[in-house]
């Protein structure tokens, strides 16, 4: 049940913001320890606070062992280490939590946590640890009894299970991906899902509707048909 309310959760959205004249919808798949992940995730909340540009703004921690590979490869770290492959799978899930559970205290502060995550430990080099988070979350003015308790929670564990759903629909299975939804030429959503790193440049390409790529590779059809088996629609940019 807690599945199927998530996805819902995310099409219910979709009418909601349209009708409060929001343009476009981000989905920002990410490694929620990653490093290139918050160089993308920056690039877009800059691109979108400059331009002034109303978006709803949806991050969605990811973790599998493609992604913990990918972690591992622009860490420099040892691909054959299985305790190490091992320790970052379990502090990548442990973070899906923490962002979850976060995001119980609302969006603003939870995207706040998890750019503090990231930045301590890609920037700042600090190791993950329960006191790290505690800093991370402190920093976000997060209630750190409450984000404390719901970081071990059922429903926390159900709604990483709905991301990881979503994101198989979306054919989403490295990060960052970035799926756009544009509502400025059609009422119904043209969707694009671009892959790897997303830079400043290209992003305020698409703000200022002014990429001419950018409109030959979105799909022609309603947003929503996209959670359906069938993603030929679905463009890479």
Do not use: W
């Not at 929620?32 to 921690?61: D, F, M, W, Y």
């Not at 190490?84 to 946590?113: M, V």
Request: proline share 2%; hydrophobic share 40%; glycine share 6%.
């Amino acid at each position: 049940m807690h599945l199927f309310i998530g996805v819902i959760t995310y099409l219910i959205g979709f009418s909601f913001y349209i009708g409060g004249n929001i343009l476009l919808e981000v989905f920002m798949f990410v490694n929620p320890i990653g490093g290139v992940c918050l160089e993308t995730e920056r690039n877009i909340l800059q691109s979108l606070n400059s331009h002034q540009q109303k978006a709803r703004i949806n991050v969605v921690p990811l973790a599998n062992l493609q992604i913990v590979t990918d972690y591992l490869k622009r860490s420099n770290l040892d691909l054959h280490d299985l305790q190490l492959r091992n320790h970052i799978a379990n502090i990548t899930y442990q973070s899906l939590l923490d962002y979850k559970a976060a995001s119980f205290q609302g969006k603003r502060r939870a995207r706040e946590f998890l750019l503090n995550l990231q930045r301590h430990i890609n920037k700042d080099h600090e190791k993950y640890s329960d006191e790290l988070v505690s800093i991370a979350a402190a920093e976000a003015k997060l209630d750190l009894k409450t984000f404390t308790e719901d970081r071990q929670s059922k429903l926390v564990k159900d709604l990483c299970e709905a991301d990881r759903q979503l994101a198989s629909e979306l054919n989403v299975r490295r990060t960052p991906s970035t799926v756009l939804v544009d509502y400025r030429h059609n009422v119904d959503g043209d969707g694009v899902l671009i892959e790897g790193r997303v830079g400043r440049d290209l992003f305020d390409q698409i703000v200022e509707d002014r990429l001419g790529c950018y409109q030959q590779t979105i799909n022609q059809k309603p947003f929503q048909q996209l959670l359906t088996k069938n993603h030929d629609h679905l463009r890479l940019l």
